[in-house]
């Protein structure tokens, strides 16, 4: 197995647990436990590679002309992240298993929950920064489905657009971050961007590049000012919330701190912000972590601290505080976890997580109890367990920190009154959920929950405990290798649980005893802040989106006239206010390239031109003639191709103007065939002034383009069309080879918007008049027979010059497309002489799936080439002799344009056949031949 099976096995593995939405959620919980296994194994199969110091990479070209290819890497701080994303993963899905409840949608939750578990390992791994961007915006659509899982809550829903919208901006300021540093470093692979830290660092952009980064950053882990968001992310349900807040989500953001640590730390600037912005994070969290009463609440804004406390550390950015960080890191993850799934099965037994009405559970509940109070002894940095050795190197750090001057001894101070608030809460934790008096009814009779669902928690309690008395044998192999990623040399981690008598050892006693303080005086706390209970994160957030939205409605009323001519005008002005000052710069216009002489055809063929067009614009309120003139200039641009030696285009643009021409006469039929005088002397004296700087403008440029000489990429293509492509008519070797990604992007377009006009005239009853011009009755209007005979006669002959034109395409000016519209006009033929039943009653083919095959066909076309390894839409041609035809010449670009040919006839015929049939719906009777 290669790395990138690391991310894929759940990526296309969300789609099983969909699939089998009819089966037992035992067979749900299986399949996606089996998905996530098999990542595991993968991760140890290049394990021991990353421990030695390697970095096992892979790199597949994606869009290798972006700079953006699907390049992974597991080095230190990537093994690290993926380990926790999969292990914890395991966890979150058995406990989930027993969590969710028999009216919850499981297939949807795994499918979701596997969808982010790939994005984050997407981010941690990714080699290529925008790669990296890709799953960072994957992971806020894929969190947004998860909080706002239960939909029917507005809860979930308010706190789900809470997270979007905040992280989804810190997203696009992070996007912006990484094409500054891509731009300044000449690649976006990590490898080059690393190389290019002090060019990065010495850079003018360096300042906004950094504060780009640290927004996406700072949005994503909860970081302030951007705290508000995580805690109302507690709507999700509960294995959503230990999964989000100890492994995945808002550890994204410490990741990212971590990842550009060698090329953005060790200036001024980003100590300063990165290490303050931590450490009020810190404190803000820890206080109102031990004011909330909700358990998630509590543990929600815990986590915002502790991510504060990783930020800090990351931001003195010393060795020493970086292994602080990285250990913290797994340790946050072991013991969150642990008390989110706890606090989830106190709510599932007992109906309830308001820890005003939860006491007296330790009878009722002993095994929950035990191993909450592991955890939380852990989370409050308690010896022997993992939290308390974090908690000690962080106040060692801040301590030996002297980088705020004379002001450097308020780092050890707040880091104290941090740590001491961490103890508060944890004590809280436990004492007012387990004991605190006699337990008191509740909704449900606590007991502890099944053993299984227990499992997860007693395994992490265990953590908590084996990393705490053998850090070195467990963990330090790791954090090694992980922090020699974040520093970019190596470093040596000795952790011990025991490290003398000292200065740490003392801010850490005074941080237990100014806890239990702290939370004996907790009333005095809800006291004092209950003068700001009137201010809640969502409903500011919710009351700031209503206005940003009436202010858009008024700026939107403002500039929606519902006028075109002024949209028209303030959009040509524009574009002459922002052309002229350059154009006016420019000393001469005519180029060297020599200029060709008039002759007389084309000077008539230009007059026409001309006067045609003139016409279109002062007979437009007689509708019908001035779609005649703009058919002239429709014709005179297919002459003028033709005479500059552009048979296919010339081909075409007739076709195309036949159809579009017989489309407009039939939206004609439901508008009056003429018009009111629409603009007053002063408008059409301005539309003329803009129209002539237009097409000066326009004129001008083409002029000075035509007349410079040009590098084309035309020889290229002459030259590789036979030997590349195995044809001679290069424009179609270029449609349906050299360009044929290209061509299927517009066939699918077509194909879109057809079927959006398809269900757009379905819904369509427009006015219809009752008669003719000349007050005729329509229902009385019979079919010509002349024109009947001749669409009659037409019909075959269209077909076979279709045919003929499909098949010589390669080699001679014709093709798929052209075919395709000489067919749909003999078709649109018989419509207009027989009428829509007649045709139907003869011909009933439905056009959308005829559509669709052909796109399916030149997709899979295009498929077909990977069997044989070689990339999309490569073609094949080979020579064929035939017993009556001799040699032919065969090419898999026709299956491609036969899936073009089939496209343009569903796609033109679906909406023509839609509008004849819109000319009967409402007809009393029908009268045809």
Same mark, same amino acid.
Request: hydrophobic fraction near 55%; charged fraction near 10%.
């Given at each position: 197995m290669?790395?990138?099976? =690391?991310?894929?096995?759940?990526?296309?593995?969300?789609?099983?647990?969909?699939?089998?939405?009819?089966?037992?959620?035992?067979?749900?919980?299986l399949v996606t436990l089996l998905i996530t296994i098999a990542s595991i194994l993968t991760v140890l199969q290049y394990a021991p590679q990353t421990l030695a110091g390697e970095i096992p990479k892979q790199l597949v070209e994606w869009l290798p002309g972006l700079g953006l290819d699907f390049a992974v890497r597991l080095d230190g701080l990537s093994l690290l992240f993926v380990g926790l994303i999969l292990g914890i993963g395991v966890l979150i899905i058995i406990y989930a298993h027993y969590y969710l409840s028999e009216a919850d949608d499981d297939a949807r939750f795994y499918g979701c929950l596997l969808l982010f578990m790939a994005s984050m390992l997407g981010i941690v791994m990714a080699d290529n920064i925008l790669l990296m961007w890709a799953f960072w915006e994957l992971t806020s659509i894929s969190s947004f489905l998860l909080?706002?899982?239960?939909?029917?809550?507005?809860?979930?829903?308010?706190?789900?657009?809470?997270?979007?919208?905040?992280?989804?901006?810190?997203?696009?300021?992070?996007?912006?971050?990484?094409?500054i540093i891509g731009n300044i470093a000449g690649s976006y692979q990590f490898d080059q961007v690393l190389a290019a830290a002090d060019q990065i660092k010495?850079?003018?952009?360096?300042?906004?590049?950094l504060i780009l980064v640290l927004l996406g950053a700072f949005t994503k882990s909860a970081q302030f000012p951007f705290q508000f968001w995580l805690p109302h992310a507690m709507a999700a349900p509960t294995p959503v919330s230990a999964y989000l807040h100890s492994a995945t989500m808002v550890k994204a953001g410490i990741f990212l701190l971590a990842r550009f640590h060698p090329v953005m730390a060790g200036t001024e600037l980003w100590f300063t912000i990165v290490t303050v912005v931590g450490l009020i994070t810190m404190l803000i969290g820890a206080y109102f972590a031990l004011l909330k009463h909700d358990l998630k609440g509590l543990l929600a804004f815990s986590t915002v601290s502790h991510l504060g406390l990783i930020c800090m550390m990351l931001g003195i950015g010393t060795q020493g505080a970086v292994v602080t960080a990285m250990f913290h890191i797994i340790n946050h993850a072991c013991f969150k976890a642990g008390l989110f799934m706890t606090a989830g099965i106190i709510d599932h037994e007992s109906g309830t997580r308001d820890m005003r009405k939860l006491q007296g559970l330790m009878g009722l509940m002993p095994l929950t109890a035990t191993l909450a109070m592991v955890v939380a002894?852990?989370?409050?940095? =308690?010896?022997?367990?993992?939290?308390?050795?974090?908690?000690?190197?962080?106040?060692?750090?801040?301590?030996?920190?002297?980088?705020f001057g004379g002001l450097s001894w308020f780092?050890?101070?707040?880091?104290?009154?941090?740590?001491?608030?961490?103890?508060?809460?944890?004590?809280?934790?436990?004492?007012?959920?387990?004991?605190?008096?006699?337990y008191k009814e509740l909704p449900k009779k606590p007991h502890d929950p099944p053993r299984m669902m227990s499992a997860p928690v007693a395994l992490l309690a265990g953590l908590c405990v084996i990393i705490g008395l053998a850090p070195m044998a467990t963990v330090s192999g790791i954090i090694n290798q992980a922090a020699s990623a974040v520093t970019a040399i190596p470093v040596e981690v000795k952790l011990s649980l025991w490290h003398g008598f000292?200065?740490?050892?003392?801010?850490?006693?005074?941080?237990?005893?100014?806890?239990?303080?702290?939370?004996?005086?907790?009333?005095?706390?809800?006291?004092?802040?209950?003068?700001?209970?009137?201010?809640?994160?969502?409903?500011?957030?919710?009351?700031?989106?209503?206005?940003?939205?009436?202010?858009?409605?008024?700026?939107?009323?403002?500039?929606?006239?519902?006028?075109?001519?002024?949209?028209?005008?303030?959009?040509?002005?524009?574009?002459?206010? =922002?052309?002229?000052?350059?154009?006016?710069?420019?000393?001469?216009?005519?180029?060297?390239?020599?200029?060709?002489?008039?002759?007389?055809?084309?000077?008539?063929?230009?007059?026409?031109?001309?006067?045609?067009?003139?016409?279109?614009?002062?007979?437009?309120?007689?509708?019908?003639?001035?779609?005649?003139?703009?058919s002239v200039v429709g014709l005179m641009v297919s002459l003028s191709f033709a005479h500059f030696s552009a048979p296919d285009l010339a081909m075409t643009q007739l076709v195309v103007e036949v159809v579009s021409i017989v489309l407009m006469i039939l939206a004609l039929f439901f508008m009056p065939q003429k018009t009111a005088r629409a603009s007053s002397g002063h408008r059409v004296f301005r539309d003329i002034i803009i129209a002539s700087f237009i097409g000066g403008?326009?004129?001008?440029?083409?002029?000075?383009?035509?007349?410079?000489?040009?590098?084309?990429?035309?020889?290229?293509?002459?030259?590789?069309?036979?030997?590349?492509?195995?044809?001679?008519?290069?424009?179609?070797?270029?449609?349906?080879?050299?360009?044929?990604?290209?061509t299927l992007g517009e066939i699918t377009v077509l194909a879109i918007a057809a079927a959006g006009i398809h269900k757009l005239l379905n819904k369509l009853k427009p006015f219809m008049p009752s008669s003719d011009v000349d007050g005729r009755p329509w229902h009385r209007i019979k079919h010509p027979l002349m024109l009947t005979n001749v669409a009659n006669l037409i019909l075959p002959m269209a077909m076979m010059v279709a045919v003929y034109?499909?098949?010589?395409?390669?080699?001679?000016?014709?093709?798929?497309?052209?075919?395709?519209?000489?067919?749909?006009?003999?078709?649109?033929?018989?419509?207009?002489?027989?009428?829509?039943?007649?045709?139907?009653?003869?011909f009933n083919v439905n056009y959308q799936s005829l559509m669709s095959i052909g796109v399916m066909i030149a997709a899979l076309t295009g498929v077909g080439s990977w069997i044989f390894s070689k990339p999309f839409l490569t073609s094949w041609f080979t020579y064929l002799n035939w017993p009556v035809v001799g040699k032919w010449e065969f090419a898999t670009a026709l299956l491609f344009d036969l899936g073009v040919f089939l496209t343009v006839i569903g796609a033109t015929m679906m909406i023509l056949s839609n509008f004849g049939k819109m000319t009967t719906r409402h007809r009393p009777t029908y009268e045809g031949n």
């Open positions: 290669n790395l990138l099976f =690391i991310i894929m096995a759940p990526l296309f593995g969300a789609l099983l647990p969909l699939v089998l939405k009819q089966a037992p959620r035992s067979v749900k919980t909080i706002g899982y239960w939909f029917h809550s507005s809860d979930a829903r308010r706190g789900a657009r809470m997270a979007l919208a905040t992280t989804g901006a810190g997203g696009l300021a992070l996007l912006a971050g990484l094409l010495a850079h003018a952009y360096y300042t906004p590049a002894a852990s989370m409050a940095g =308690i010896p022997p367990f993992n939290g308390f050795m974090s908690k000690e190197l962080f106040l060692d750090q801040a301590v030996q920190q002297h980088l780092v050890p101070i707040l880091a104290t009154v941090g740590a001491a608030l961490s103890v508060a809460y944890s004590i809280r934790f436990i004492h007012d959920v387990f004991f605190n008096g006699d000292n200065v740490p050892l003392l801010m850490s006693l005074v941080a237990v005893v100014g806890g239990i303080v702290i939370y004996s005086a907790r009333d005095q706390l809800f006291t004092f802040n209950r003068q700001f209970d009137g201010q809640d994160a969502k409903h500011n957030f919710e009351r700031i989106v209503q206005r940003i939205n009436d202010a858009c409605a008024r700026f939107f009323d403002w500039l929606d006239t519902g006028s075109l001519q002024r949209y028209m005008a303030f959009v040509l002005i524009s574009v002459i206010v =922002i052309l002229l000052p350059t154009l006016m710069e420019i000393s001469a216009v005519t180029g060297s390239n020599p200029q060709l002489p008039i002759d007389m055809v084309s000077m008539v063929g230009a007059l026409v031109l001309i006067a045609a067009a003139f016409g279109t614009a002062t007979l437009h309120r007689n509708r019908f003639v001035m779609l005649m003139m703009l403008i326009v004129a001008t440029l083409n002029f000075a383009i035509l007349t410079s000489p040009l590098e084309s990429i035309s020889d290229f293509f002459i030259a590789n069309a036979k030997t590349g492509g195995g044809g001679t008519n290069v424009v179609n070797v270029i449609l349906v080879d050299f360009r044929g990604f290209d034109i499909f098949l010589r395409g390669h080699n001679l000016p014709g093709g798929g497309f052209i075919a395709g519209l000489i067919a749909a006009s003999a078709m649109i033929l018989q419509y207009i002489a027989n009428g829509v039943d007649w045709v139907k009653d003869r």
